[in-house]
């Protein structure tokens, strides 16, 4: 199902370097990513891109970052600063993808690649040491702005212009912010646990901490 209103706006990659933290330190983070036209996607994410921190990114499970680029407006209105093209760390900024719209499962071709939406991004400190915004992260768990992670179902190349077609639909239809909530917001609802484990393509790290979750309810 192609929508013509989702376009990329932004496709980037980069490996980790060091990166000032805005507080006097240097620090190797992946976040700096850089405009490129086309990149070859695969199983562990894109050519030529990387992470810093293997126990909190990537993986399989979390292949490619995604993030709407209707937020960035909304905070550059809340800060009063222009941010850079990429400046969540993310690899496709795209239009008309916003969280509470996709969900946990839904399949999309990008260009000749296919990605599986897999869980919402859990921002870290190394977004606000990196925009020099201290607040941005704690306005980004509270707005649910905060992106989505993907698998990738079939490799392939990206290119800035290549089109953005919805395969399917997950039936269970559990909204990135609907997770999100859950993840960080509503930790003892019970039912709503159920209904993001009952996605089988959640992503296995979000699955084991959401078991582990049901069973300190049910003790």
């Known amino acids: 199902m192609r929508n013509n209103n989702q376009k990329i706006m932004n496709l980037a990659i980069g490996l980790p370097k060091k990166m000032d933290d805005n507080q006097g330190k240097e620090m190797t ?6 405009k490129v036209e086309e990149a070859v996607l695969t199983k562990n994410g894109f050519l030529n891109d990387g992470v810093a921190d293997l126990k909190h990114h990537g993986g399989p499970d979390r292949a490619v970052c995604v993030y709407p680029f209707e937020h960035y407006s909304f905070w550059q209105q809340e800060f009063g600063v ?8 993310e690899n496709l900024t795209v239009t008309h993808m916003l969280e509470g719209d996709v969900c946990i499962g839904d399949i999309y071709q990008i ?3 296919v990605i599986q939406i897999t869980q919402s991004r859990i921002p870290c ?3 606000s040491k990196r925009t020099g915004l201290p607040n941005l992260l704690k306005k980004m768990v509270e707005t649910g702005f905060t992106g ?3 698998r990738v179902l079939k490799e392939g190349t990206i290119r800035k212009n290549s089109d953005i077609v919805l395969i399917k639909r997950h039936p269970k239809r559990c909204s990135v912010l609907f997770s999100h909530q859950i993840y960080l917001h509503k ?8 209904r993001l484990l009952a996605v089988k393509e959640l992503a296995d790290e979000w699955r084991k901490k959401m078991n582990k979750r049901i069973k300190r309810l049910n003790a």
Not at 29 to 34: D, E, F, L, P, Q
């Open 82 to 89: 222009q941010l850079p093209s990429a400046a969540f760390g």
């Open 29 to 34: 983070t992946g976040i700096c990513k850089i």
């Open 187 to 194: 930790p003892n609802d019970i039912d709503g646990i159920k």
């Open 111 to 113: 260009g000749e690649a």
């Open 148 to 150: 989505y992670l993907s």
């Open 125 to 127: 400190s190394t977004i």
